[in-house]
Structures are given as C-alpha cells and as structure tokens.
C-alpha cells in the first residue's frame, strides 16, 4: 500500500514538474514586442527642449522635408556661414517646422551663450567685491516692459514673413507650441487689423517675429521695431510674397535686414520667374543657394482624391454642392468661392437650409476672422465658405473635404486650395464643381500639374450641355476629355439659320462679358438684319457720326462711340429744345 502511495505520489510530482516547465516556456513563445524607434528628431541634433516639444504634441519621426532641410539650416562643424535655402515641398509635408526647428535651436544656443557670459561676468564681479572685502553685487532688477518709462524699440534676432493674416497665426501658434519647455524665448505676432498697442507691448524682448509685411513696416517707421539685429530671415510661401503685391515690401525689408547671416524661402510652387526674383533676396545674387526640392506641385497627391463635377449652369452646380454637403462621411469642409459677394451669399444660403456655415474673405474684419477660425479648429463650424485667403495657412485636421465652387484666378493657387485637406498624412478629397465656360480654367489646372482631373457625374444630376466639336478649347483637348463629343441643337441652328448668326456680329457671344469694351474702329453698314439707326447719316469711313451734331453731346467724348451703337446713343430733344443723348438701359 506505501508503494502505491509513493507511485501515486510520484506520478502527481511529475506531473507537478511538466506543468511548472510549460509555463516557464510560456514566455519564451510568446512574440517579444518590437522595441521602440528612437527619435528621429534627437538624430536631427536639436535641443532637448525641441525634441521635448515635439514628443508632446505627438511626432516621433520628422517628415522627409525635415530631415533634408534642418540639416542644412544648421550651421555645421567648420563651415563659415549659414546656407540659403529654396525649399519646394507639397502643402501639408512639414514645411513649417522645417523652418522653425533650426531657427530656434539656433536662438536657443545663442541664448545659452549669452546667460553663460553673464553668468560668468557676476561671478567675476562677486569675487573681485569679495577681494576687496566688500558684498557680492545683486543680479539686477527686471524691467516691466509693459511700462512707458521701460520701453525700448524691440530687436528680434529672426524674421519670419507670411503673406497673409492666417497663415502667421498659424506659424506663430506652431512656434509657441515649440518653445514651451524654452525659457527666456519669447514670440510675437504682427499682422495687420489688430490694436497696435497689444501688438506693441507683446514686441518687447521678443526673439522670433512672425509678421505680415504692411503691418511690420508700419512699426519699423514708427521706430517700434528695428530690423537691424534680425539674423535669420525666412519668407513662407514665397511665390505669394514675391508676386507683385508684395514684392515692394519684401524689397524694403530685404534692405532693412542686410546684415542677416541666412535666408530661406519655402513654398509648394516656385514658378520659374518667381525663382528669379527670389535669387535677388538671397546673399551675392544667390551664388551660394542650395535648392531643395521634395515634391513638386505636378506629382500626384497620394492621400488627396480629386473629383470634376460639370454643371450647364449655376442653380446646377449649386444643386451639386447640396447633394456633396449632405455627404455623412463629411466631418469639416472648406468652400472656396471667386469673390467676397459669391463667399457672403452661399454662405448666408447655407444658414437658412440648416447647415453650419460661415464666410471668410478679406473685407472682414481681423476680430471677426480669427473668431470664425476658432470656432472652425473648435468643431463648432462645420463648412467654411471662403475666397482664396484662406487657401494658405490653414491647418485643420479635421478637414475632410475641399469644394472649388468658384475656380481660382490662378492655376498654382488649386494646389494650394486642395492643401487645405489631407494633412500630415491623412486622407482628404477635392471636388471641383465646373461649367463650360470654365473650362479654359480646367485646363490651365491640368497642364499645370499634368495630371487628369477624374471626372465624375451624379445619378439623376447629370450635365445636359455638350461643348460643340467647333470649339477651339474642344479641338485643343481641354485634357481630352471633349473630344469626340458633339452636338446636334448646335448644328441644327448654324445649319437652319447661317445669315442670321454671319450678319448679327455684334451680338455677344456665350462667353462674351456684358461689359466688353467693342471696337472704335469698326463699323458694320447698315443692312437687311440690322437697319440703320434713325437720326444719324450713313458716311463712309472709320465712324459715322451724326447729319447734325447736338449741342452739349460732344462735351462727352463719346460722338464717334455713339454713332456705333447706334441705337445706344440717340440724341432727343427736350422741351426746350435742346438736343442730349438718350441711354437706353439693357434689362438686367
């Protein structure tokens, strides 16, 4: 009976054994987790304060535009001078801490320097006083800057130019979220609309301004600000600042900062003679400048979907956009318009159908626009109806689609427009809604990023409209997407009625404005479609002008213009017998 006891026993023992030893290679098959990268940012040689800042607000890897343009910003172990950089890069790829990284590591290590020396200089003051038997003299007393009596014109150690109001906030707001384990580094925001008593009082001791051109050459002659201590200059978006609203100013400020010991220029475009003038502003006529091209404007955005939508009129393509408003999968989206009146009425026309839109042009005032961008980063806007103003400088995450309902003047400014989605890697989709009268715009866009523009229809919204094969925008291609199309109203009218259309040339055409100035020099006789206008002689030459010419009519200038109108000008007489010109309105 022991012995079984002691089988049994052992049985259970060695049973014991094999359970305890499977679980101690339990460990051993389980996937060890893959150890976490370094930061890219510490490989970037930066400060520890930056790369602090930048785990916070959530980047471990920089970006490719970070890694090849920080390198270059910083000076170098044995190099004697700062590179200028031409940085080319697509919207939404980093830019902004492209250029702010080395400019703060940069003042940081020079504030570094300058602490180190005073520290060094108290020091020697304590011991020389100790030497001669006397107390250690005391730090001195910070000033209140805010005080009349303590101020004292700023002198900023870098420079950053932005074209609009925006677009600084934006850089600004970006600066102070990398400067936050930073002391002693201070940033300003100058931009035009805002009390220049605020704006002046956050100038003192500030060592990054982020400024607006107007309003920064305001303060200078003002003496509120002196530009010759700036270091480093960095122009974003520099297409912009260089086109010529601008390029006076940036003239004027490339004098003031002469002495500055580095330049960069970023934007997504860079025009070839946007080039040229960007060379000006560089050290020795851009000799030494390094160009930095990531990806250019023609190649395709990997993460941005791009849709064309055609219209045949305008209560069409406004049918459109309600249909694409009403997308579930729609979280914020950007409306951009041609004009302030279109930006303010289909903003007003999206309130009443109930949806949470507001507009955001130029003509408003600063106060309001930066309520209106809050309200958008805040998630209480959810559309934003807006001209080209905001198509820089604006980063929302939260922005899933781009809507082109009005096109833009330019075609650079559609990449910047769709920039406004997809950031950072994120998925965004651009919907471009078009009648046939833009479609010279449609095709400036695609040659300029030679890409092909997907087109699309709704079910049940389909165009009924079809461009003629006649049309030289047709036989050009427009992308190709015309060809081959025709149109049998078209060719019925020009086949049932030729002597009509040949004969009526003054008629506008389609695509003729209201308001186009004619010719002087035309004249077109009389004939059976178009009879002379009553009152006026019939003369050979350049203009007809009147049998007898009323009195006070030619005080106008317009006798010769009148007899080609004809019928625009007539001269009537009044009751008194004098003769004046009668304008005869077209209905609008």
């Keep these: 009976m022991n012995d079984a006891f002691e089988s049994a026993t052992l049985a259970n023992d060695d049973f014991s054994i094999i359970t305890d030893t499977d679980a101690a290679l339990e460990p051993l098959n389980t996937a060890a987790p893959a150890p976490a990268q370094p930061n890219g940012f510490e490989r970037l040689g930066l400060a520890p304060e930056l790369v602090q800042a930048c785990t916070d607000l959530g980047y471990q890897q920089p970006t490719p535009v970070q890694n090849k343009v920080v390198p270059k910003a910083l000076l170098s172990e044995g190099a004697q001078r700062y590179a200028d950089l031409m940085v080319s890069s697509q919207t939404g790829s980093g830019k902004t801490a492209a250029f702010l990284l080395p400019v703060l590591h940069t003042l940081l290590q020079q504030r ?247 507009a955001l042009h130029g003509a408003l005032s600063q106060g309001i626009r930066n309520r209106r961008l809050m309200a958008l980063r805040a998630g209480q806007v959810q559309i934003l109806v807006a001209t080209d103003v905001a198509a820089r400088g604006i980063d929302v995450p939260t922005i899933t689609h781009v809507f082109n309902f009005g096109l833009p003047m330019k075609a650079e400014d559609y990449t910047h427009r769709i920039g406004r989605t997809g950031r950072a890697g994120r998925d965004g989709l651009a919907v471009t809604l078009a009648e046939l009268r833009d479609r010279r715009k449609i095709s400036d866009i695609e040659s300029f990023t030679r890409q092909r523009i997907a087109v699309q229809t709704v079910p049940g919204m389909e165009p009924r409209l079809r461009i003629p094969p006649s049309d030289p925008v047709a036989r050009a291609g427009a992308g190709g997407r015309f060809a081959g199309r025709t149109n049998d109203r078209f060719a019925e009218r020009r086949s049932a009625a030729p002597a009509r259309f040949d004969a009526r040339r003054d008629a506008p055409r389609p695509d003729q404005g209201r308001f186009e100035p004619r010719s002087e020099t035309r004249f077109d006789p009389p004939s059976e479609h178009r009879p002379a206008a009553r009152g006026w002689a019939e003369r050979s030459g350049p203009a007809a002008r009147p049998a007898t010419r009323p009195s006070g009519f030619t005080s106008l200038g317009r006798s010769d213009k009148g007899a080609e109108r004809g019928s625009d000008f007539q001269p009537r007489r009044s009751e008194g017998g004098h003769a004046r010109p009668q304008v005869r309105r077209s209905p609008r």
């Excluded at 002046?200 to 060592?207: G, M, R, S, T, V």
């Excluded at 791009?306 to 979280?331: G, Y």
């Design 112 to 358: 570094a320097q300058e602490q180190a020396q005073e520290r060094t200089e108290r020091e020697r003051a304590a011991a020389q006083a100790l030497a001669r038997g006397e107390s250690a003299p005391k730090a001195p007393k910070r000033k209140d800057p805010t005080s009349a009596r303590n101020f004292k014109a700023a002198t900023p150690g870098a420079l950053i130019l932005c074209p609009t109001r925006e677009l600084a906030q934006q850089v600004a707001n970006d600066a102070i979220d990398l400067v936050r384990h930073c002391r002693g580094l201070r940033i300003a925001n100058v931009v035009g609309g805002m009390p220049y008593q605020l704006q002046i009082a956050k100038l003192q001791n500030a060592d990054l301004v982020v400024a607006t051109p107007g309003r920064l050459l305001d303060l200078q002659r003002s003496q509120q600000i002196k530009l010759d201590r700036v270091q480093f200059l960095v122009v974003d978006e520099a297409d912009r600042m260089l086109d010529l609203g601008f390029s006076d100013d940036l003239a004027e400020v490339n004098e003031l900062t002469s002495q500055r010991r580095q330049t960069m220029m970023f934007s997504a475009t860079f025009a070839p003679r946007i080039q040229q003038l960007a060379l000006r502003v560089m050290h020795d006529g851009g000799q030494h400048v390094q160009k930095i091209q990531i990806d250019s404007p023609q190649e395709q955005h990997s993460n941005i979907e791009q849709r064309l939508f055609w219209a045949d009129n305008a209560q069409h393509k406004r049918a459109l956009l309600d249909h694409w408003l009403r997308d579930a999968s729609i979280n914020q989206a950007i409306v951009f318009c041609s004009t302030q009146i279109e930006c303010d009425g289909l903003a007003t026309d999206l309130q009443q159908v109930g949806f949470a839109a507001v």
